[in-house]
């Protein structure tokens, strides 16, 4: 069975704070996501990643950077978290095109 | 980069009806196209998918369909019940690159 864990579900940031959100998965695959999802705005792409060291940005990467040193870690940094920020994160990944997508269970983050 | 639009954002259904959410995609190059349902509080998971040399897929109660020349799909539940009331949100592909419709809030009322 396919596991992505995220390993924060929940956290409060302050302003300015830097921010890691890491994303593992246990099934060597290629291709990793990180998508953002606000109500009536679906799931939107932040950054992709499709091999080791390798990163794409999506449609809103402002503001956001990634990291993949390892490919079972893809891990998400907001270097100076923002109000505006405030969502769930979800992390996702995949063996390739036009296989299942996984989902990781979210990180609920709110900054103040 | 591809750009997926999905409708309606929300419906509402008597249970045993019939369901309906159309999704449209721009990039003509996109090749998979899978739908996720999300309950309240849990991650999105696949519940059915179709590639673009097939025209129509089915499982059961749901049923996907495929018009590459308009790029439009569409996802169709049949004999509705309670437990599918969730978020159904639809997708496109282009190599490695995925991207999600806003999603549909689906409630059946009972």
């Known amino acids: 069975d396919v596991k992505v864990t995220q390993s924060s579900r929940y956290l409060v940031k302050r302003t300015g704070e830097k921010v890691f959100l890491e994303c593992v998965q246990d099934m060597d695959h290629e291709n990793m996501f990180w998508y953002r999802q606000d109500p009536g705005l679906g799931l939107r792409l932040i950054y992709f990643?499709?091999?080791?060291?390798?990163?794409e940005k999506g449609d809103i990467p402002e503001g956001y950077s990634v990291s993949r040193e390892k490919k079972e870690r893809f891990s998400l940094i907001l270097e100076s978290a923002s109000t505006n920020q405030t969502s769930m994160y979800l992390c996702?990944?995949?063996?390739?095109?036009?296989?299942?997508?996984?989902f990781g269970e979210g990180s609920w983050l709110t900054v103040v | 980069g591809e750009n997926v639009e999905q409708h309606p954002s929300t419906l509402s259904v008597q249970e045993g009806d019939s369901a309906v959410i159309k999704c449209t995609y721009s990039?003509?190059?996109?090749?998979?196209f899978p739908w996720y349902k999300q309950e309240l509080g849990k991650r999105p998971q696949l519940i059915i998918d179709?590639?673009?040399?097939?025209g129509e897929k089915k499982d059961q109660r749901i049923a996907v369909t495929l018009n590459k020349t308009a790029k439009h799909f569409s996802l169709h539940i049949t004999e509705t019940q309670p437990e599918d009331s969730a978020v159904y949100f639809c997708?496109?592909?282009?190599?490695?690159?995925?991207?999600f419709g806003a999603g549909t809030r689906l409630t059946v009322k009972p």
């Open positions: 990643s499709y091999d080791v060291k390798m990163k």
């Open positions: 996702a990944s995949t063996t390739g095109s036009g296989n299942t997508i996984y």
């Open positions: 179709i590639r673009s040399n097939v």
């Open positions: 990039d003509s190059a996109s090749n998979y």
């Open positions: 997708a496109a592909q282009n190599n490695n690159d995925m991207r």
